[in-house]
């Protein structure tokens, strides 16, 4: 079935909502009095109505078409999401009507550019507004709502873009004209790596990377969003944050901004396993720039949540006192927030930065001051360095730390020396590493590496670690 309604609401609805003060207050008129208030009729946009049992099916002239859906989503885009109010009040009334939108095109059995269009525009304002309002408490927002309206439109515009891709050759004659393949998948390795970086470490994203075909596999956004979901899967946080470093495209910057707490989270584990000692203080300033905080009470609340130890403008490590079961609430980021200022919500949702700006695979200086070319953290309050072994787990190379007494080795108090090849052919074995090498060292206990797990657990790596070998023979061959 194909709508023949030319506005952007049917006129019965607008009635019926006007008769029983339904109307937004995005679409009542300006001359209108609390008591009756008058619908615009240049601004009423058709409500989203779910499916009941007993309900006549929608008749053709209360069905948009898609060409009048595409002008409904640039009203919302350019006139709704631009308002000068609340973005909780903006979100509401575009999260209804999107929904709308998004409904009319299955009932359509709508599947060419126009639905693409459509899909692309939901996804990045869900995404937005994800981030926009992490802040606000369940009852102005609730993230597993958006979380799953998120998932849902990503995994169906993936699916068109793949049905695109296989049915189509050559020229595809559309509502406007003549578009070719090519220009409806213009932004395809955006959105796939968009849905890399949205379930960032989930393994059914990571197989469908491993399924697409190999030009678009090496796309750079793709690439960068496989290499940051690989490391967070490794929970190698480090790796994580110095590709975040080099993102600049909106979606994908607020994409990977829903992990923080469990990148936060991962990080102090570690640290509190490798950095456990009564003798050792580690700078609040430090910490502050290697997990992406906006201020040093920031971090401090956050290692007091955890149960980490502050003292002054300085934190205490220990393994012990660290809490697993503390619970994070996210905040704004203001690296993210000076990113977004520069652009408008239009150009964010339309993606008009997206093409020319999206995941940078390193060549990005921005927000990278504390990261050197080869991952290492490096500052001047402390020389501890972070380096990757084999790819998949890190450790804590040995060197004098100023806040030690002078000529003391870095070493002897966080238990934070590499492990050599030799050195972990010695003592007891105690725990294998992600790729499943065991490490017997009895004087370092093997805690000290990161990415390290109980040996007792099933086989010599996990499932996941298995699989990312999997990957990489795939990708390489």
Known sequence: MIGTCREMCPSSEIRLRERENLLHRFEVAEDHTRQR???????????????????????PEEIRPPDVLVETLDYLVHSISSLNCRWNDIYDFMFDRLRAIRQEVVVQRCEDKTAIEILEHAVRFHIFSDYRMC????????????????????????????????NLTGELTSIDGTKSRDTILAHRAEFEATYILFNLGDEDALRHYLSLDRSLRNSPPLKAAFDMSQAFSQK??????????????PVHICAVHRHFPALHRMALSMMSTAFSSKNLKFPISKLTELLFLNTHMETQNLCVQYGIKVQGENVQFLKGDFKTDAKIERCQSDFINQILKAMTIPDILKGKHSTSTVI??????????????????????????FTQENRSHLAFQSR??????????????TQGKALSDSSALKGTELYVTQEGRELTTSENKGRQILGAVP??????????????????????A
């Open 37 to 59: 208030p008058k619908a615009d009729w240049n601004k009423c946009v058709k409500e989203y109505r779910r499916p009941t049992v007993g309900t006549r099916d929608p008749r």
């Open 400 to 413: 004098q730390y100023s806040g030690i007494n002078k000529g003391t080795e870095f070493s002897q108090y």
């Open 455 to 476: 040996k007792d657990m099933k086989g010599r790596c996990s499932p996941l670690d298995e699989f990312t070998r999997e990957f990489s023979e795939k990708c390489s």
């Open 236 to 249: 190698n946080w480090v790796r994580v944050f110095h590709k975040f470093a080099g993102v600049t495209s």
């Open 135 to 166: 802040m606000e408490p369940v009852s102005v927002f609730v993230p597993k709502i958006n979380s799953q309206h998120t998932q849902e439109c990503l995994k169906r515009l993936l699916n068109l873009y793949k049905s695109v891709e296989c």
């Open 360 to 385: 940078n695979a390193g060549n990005s200086t921005i927000g990278r001051s504390h990261f050197d070319q080869n991952e290492h953290v490096t500052g001047k309050e402390s020389s501890c360095q």
